[in-house]
Structure formats: C-alpha cells, structure tokens
C-alpha cells in the first residue's frame, strides 16, 4: 500500500455504524452488506468486534472467508483476550487486518481506564505485538486521540509503530476537532513521529459538531492517507464520516485535492439503499449524495438551467453515483429472463432458485400495480424480514377506517407455527388499532406477555404513485432489548403490521440467542 496519490477508503458501516442502537444485523444481513462494500470497492471492510458476541464472530469468520477483493479488519480492545478472538475469527480470510485500541487521552485514562500513561503504552505495544502473530496487516488506533496530550500521543504511536502497527488511525472520538486544528494535528504527528513514515496514518472522525467530512478531508490535505468512513454516515451518536461525501468530494474536486480512491462511484446509491434498508435508518432527504433530493431542482430558474445545460446547477452528474432515471420495463406479461436481464443491469445477481422466488413476488405486485419500477424490483430482490425466523407469523389482518367511524383491526398470528391467536382491537387510527390487536393475540398466548413499546415509526412510499410501495419501519423494545422491523407493501396498513411482526421475530431471535451465549 503506497500510492502518493491514493486515499483508502477504510468501511466501518458493519462496527461502527452497527452500534447504533436498534441497527443490529444479523450476520447474513452483515455478509449481505459486505459483498456489496466489494462491489463498491472499498479498500478496507472493517467487519466487526469479534469478542463482543459469539454472532459478531461468525460474522466477521465469514466476511473473511467469503467476501473476495477488501481486507477483512476485525476490532480489538487491547487486551489479549479481544486480540486473540480477532485473530481467530481472521483465520481463513485472505487479507486480514486486526484493528486494535485503546483511550489515550487523560479523561479516558482517569475516568473509564483507571490507569496511568505508563501501563496504557505497554498494553498499547503488548497488542500490537500479539496482533502481529495473527497476521502482518495491524492497525492502532489512540482512542480520543484529539483530547490526547500531544507529546503522549507521539510516544505511544512510535512505539506501537515499533511493535509492528502498519496504520495507525488517528480518532476523533467525541467529534471535538475542528478542520484547520484535526489538519495540523495529522501534519505535526507526521513530523514529530520520526517513525511515522512506516506507516499509514489514518482518520476517524466522529460527527458531534457536524465537522466529520470537514475533519477528514483537511486531515487527508496534510497527509493521512486512509479515511475511516461509514455509508450514510451512519455511527455512534451523530455518527461518522459518510463515505459516499469523501468519495464524491475528492473525485468532484480533484482540482484541488489531487487524490483518487479505487471506489466504484455507481455502486454508491445501491449501497446507501441496501445499507439504510437493512439498519432500518430512512436517510434524510437532503442528505448529500445520497438524499432523495440531492439531485432534485425545484425552483424554475435551476430546473431552465439544468435542462439547457446540466452542469448550470449540478457539479456531479447523478449517474455516476448510480441513479439512473427511473425506467418502466416490466408488466405482469414479462417473463423471467426479462426479470433476471432487468435485475441483472441493476447490478444484482440471482441464480435459478432465487429467480423463481423473485419472480413468484414479482407477479403479486405486477397484478397489483400497472407500472413496476426498478426500485420495487430492488425491493423485491432484496426483501428478506426476519432473517427467516417466523417465530410469529402474521396470518391474516383486517383492518376497518371509516370518518366518523372508531377504527378497528384484527389479527391472526401463529405462534412458534402453533395454532393462531386472535386479537380484536380498536384505535386511534388504522394502525393504532392493528398494533393493539396484536398485543391482545399475543397476551391471549399462555408464553407471551404483551410488554412491548413502540419506540419509533417511520413510514415512507418507495416509488411514486398512489400504487406506490409503502415502507414502514419499526423500533420496538421488549425486557431492554431493542430490534427494528420493516414491512413493504401496496397497503401501508399491511406494511405497518408486518414491520411489527418482523421486530417481534428479531427480539425473539435476539432472545434465543442469548440463551445460548457462551462468551
Ligand atoms: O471512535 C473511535 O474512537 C473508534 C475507535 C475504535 C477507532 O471507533
Ligand atoms: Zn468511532
């Protein structure tokens, strides 16, 4: 890795941004992901934190093994323990980087540490040490690196880079930096570190002020050479540096940054989609790049200009992140290879089963709306709720809204496939009542209680139309435990009682699976 002119682009969409509360993944909704970051082409896949779960293991075990072209980093704590479950969960990958941390900064060292410089720069070393007998391609990173007292800081990142550290990452951890200060910090540890020139110094900044793409790109000006990013800048708290921001701002300024990356700019929507689908995180509609409106001109002088002459009012071209204008191909009367071609152009790719399985769905929504646009096709390729768990399996709903009417549902579920439960409710709206009905069919169950909450609703139409598909996602909590759930469907009642069913059957997974915890 030595391009003076190449940034990295170091994904931490699986670790960083997967803590976000409600936004786990299962670990095939993980490798889902990942194939699609190799298609992106990102460099670095930072897959997961091997020790804090045995499924976050499994997940970063398969990356490794099945995802071809990125290196596949696991996260450690420095600590032999966490080193040693990463090394074993990159055991069969291809190119493994064990990632390993620790707080640096006085604040961490006194408050959650409770340990003095002298012992935090041994673990520091002791780790990467222990790393390197795993594989070659180690990174350090001094946590709260920007609150870290510099003359520290340059002491633990020789030694680390002594022991073997190949990165060392420089984070933002509370997102405290500010543009021109994070610049000079990366350009004044590039020459107080006499060693640094061993290494690769790397970014991490965090979004708390709004300054993470800012931050990264004034760092990577004065010489850091891989960002750490996450699609749709999702992460802890305000989240991280987005990806498709870093990516699209060296290639549209190239002028003045002169760095490229290897990213596939047209796999960036796809991405963000699949990403924002799977975490059940809508992204803001003015989010750049990637927000529904991005590419939108609404007032008449930019629409007059953009239709002369596209470059008046847009610096990028909208295709080269991957979003084509909407085309109407397929009806009820299309077959299956013009399915698969469709489905194939959109840069997903299915075998005979899957075909088949595509294809059944396909006909239910075509007989249901006239016009099938890629987006649903998208949809339909893509959907997979509950990671076939049907613990609860929502069997039949019927719902009533009428003016002046008290709405009503009811709703049949079965439960671990046994005979249905029923619940009959009334409500403030539709959906008020749909959600109630079920708390009814589950306390009518003698191993259910109905001690759920609705934490979060989000409803939004897919495609346009009043025929439309309707995507509902759900946060629900149940005994502290967290899940989301998503629905799609023509009937946004329909899509609202299966988010809900698809949360229920990842906390019972979550449930399951804790019972058999052994780490
Ligand atoms: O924000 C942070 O400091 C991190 C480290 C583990 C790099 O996520
Ligand atoms: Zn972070």
């Given at each position: 890795m030595a391009d003076a002119n190449r940034v990295y682009i170091f994904d931490t969409t699986l670790r960083d941004a997967e803590q976000t509360p409600g936004a786990s993944l299962t670990a095939r909704e993980k490798l889902e992901i990942?194939?699609?970051?190799?298609?992106?082409?990102?460099?670095?896949?930072?897959?997961?934190?091997?020790?804090?779960?045995?499924?976050?293991?499994?997940?970063?075990?398969?990356?490794?093994?099945?995802?071809?072209?990125?290196?596949?980093?696991?996260?450690?704590?420095a600590v032999p323990k966490d080193v040693e479950r990463a090394g074993a969960a990159l055991q069969g990958a291809s190119r493994p980087r064990i990632h390993t941390?620790?707080?640096?900064?006085?604040?961490?060292?006194a408050g959650q540490l409770r340990k003095d410089r002298e012992e935090v720069l041994k673990m520091?070393?002791?780790?990467?040490?222990?790393?390197?007998?795993?594989?070659?391609?180690?990174?350090?990173?001094?946590?709260?690196?920007?609150?870290?007292?510099?003359?520290?800081?340059?002491?633990?990142?020789?030694a680390t880079i002594a022991a073997g550290a190949t990165t060392i990452n420089i984070p933002d951890t509370v997102g405290y930096a500010v543009?021109?200060?994070f610049g000079a910090m990366i350009a004044r540890i590039i020459a107080e570190v006499p060693n640094s020139g061993d290494a690769i110094i790397s970014v991490h900044c965090h979004d708390d002020l709004g300054m993470a793409v800012p931050n990264t790109l004034s760092a990577i000006k004065k010489g850091a050479r891989?960002?750490?990013?996450?699609?749709?800048?999702?992460?802890?708290?305000?989240?991280?540096?987005?990806?498709?921001?870093?990516?699209?701002?060296?290639?549209?300024?190239q002028d003045y940054f002169n760095f490229d990356t290897e990213v596939v700019t047209k796999e960036i929507v796809s991405t963000s989609r699949l990403v924002s689908r799977l975490m059940g995180i809508v992204v803001q509609p003015n989010k750049a790049i990637v927000g529904a409106n991005a590419f939108a001109h609404s007032s008449g002088i930019?629409?007059?200009?953009?239709?002369?002459?596209?470059?008046?009012?847009?610096?990028m071209d909208p295709k080269d992140v991957g979003l084509e204008a909407t085309e109407i191909v397929l009806t009820a009367r299309s077959g299956r290879a013009a399915l698969r071609h469709r489905l194939e152009v959109l840069g997903y790719e299915l075998d005979q089963a899957k075909l088949d399985k595509v294809y059944e769905k396909f006909l239910e929504l075509a007989d249901k709306k006239k016009e099938v646009f890629d987006e649903d096709?998208?949809?339909?390729?893509?959907?997979?709720?509950?990671?076939?768990?049907?613990?609860?399996?929502?069997k039949s709903l019927h719902a009533v809204s009428r003016t002046g009417d008290v709405p009503s549902a009811t709703v049949r579920l079965s439960i671990a496939g046994g005979e249905p439960v029923e619940g009959?409710?009334?409500?403030?709206?539709?959906?008020?009542?749909?959600?109630?009905?079920?708390?009814?069919?589950?306390?009518?169950?003698?191993?259910?209680?109905?001690?759920?909450?609705?934490?979060?609703?989000?409803?939004?139409?897919?495609?346009?139309?009043?025929?439309?598909?309707?995507?509902?996602?759900?946060?629900l909590s149940r005994s502290g435990e967290q899940a989301r759930g998503r629905g799609v469907s023509t009937d946004v009642i329909e899509a609202s009682a299966r988010a809900y069913v698809d949360a229920l059957n990842r906390l019972a997974a979550k449930n399951a699976k804790e019972q058999h915890q052994t780490v």
């Open positions: 990942a194939h699609q970051l190799a298609r992106l082409k990102v460099d670095i896949i930072e897959a997961g934190f091997p020790v804090s779960s045995n499924e976050d293991f499994e997940a970063v075990r398969r990356i490794g093994q099945e995802v071809e072209g990125p290196i596949i980093c696991g996260l450690a704590r941390f620790i707080g640096t900064s006085d604040i961490q060292l520091a070393v002791e780790s990467v040490e222990q790393a390197k007998s795993y594989c070659d391609d180690v990174e350090f990173s001094p946590l709260d690196a920007t609150r870290t007292e510099p003359n520290y800081l340059y002491e633990i990142i020789a543009p021109e200060e891989q960002a750490e990013c996450t699609i749709n800048g999702l992460g802890e708290r305000a989240g991280n540096t987005s990806l498709e921001e870093i990516v699209m701002a060296l290639k549209t300024r930019h629409q007059d200009g953009v239709l002369k002459q596209r470059d008046t009012f847009e610096i096709l998208i949809e339909i390729f893509l959907d997979n709720p509950g990671e076939g768990i049907a613990y609860y399996e929502l009959v409710a009334q409500g403030d709206g539709p959906v008020d009542a749909t959600y109630e009905a079920i708390h009814r069919a589950l306390a009518s169950h003698p191993l259910e209680d109905d001690d759920i909450q609705l934490d979060d609703y989000a409803i939004r139409a897919i495609t346009s139309g009043s025929q439309a598909l309707g995507e509902v996602t759900v946060h």
